[in-house]
């Protein structure tokens, strides 16, 4: 097998592939601070917070921990478009 890669077609739509990184890396850069936000204050919640929010928090790590990631983006997929707020992917 002696195939070479000839990526000078790429070459023309190489400012749109930048472009992309270039978003791709800030849905990245978005997602870590929300998630990283949402885990500081679950933890601090669930380390000294009111009995309720501890069983809530717990409910919800357990929850997100026992499902699968697929079956959690397939609900996100198709219930958040039908939310009336105008939340569409």
Do not use: C, K
């Not at 978003?23 to 679950?42: D, H, N």
């Not at 409910?59 to 939340?87: C, D, H, K, M, W």
């Amino acid at each position: 097998m002696s195939y070479q890669f000839n990526f000078a077609q790429l070459w023309p739509y190489a400012p749109m592939l930048v472009q992309g990184l270039i978003s791709a890396l800030g849905l990245v850069a978005a997602s870590f601070l929300v998630s990283s936000i949402i885990g500081v204050v679950g933890a601090i919640i669930r380390l000294y917070g009111p009995t309720p929010l501890r069983w809530l928090v717990r409910a919800y790590v357990e929850v997100i921990r026992n499902t699968p990631p697929l079956v959690q983006i397939y609900l996100v997929f198709f219930t958040l478009p039908s939310f009336e707020s105008g939340l569409a992917l």
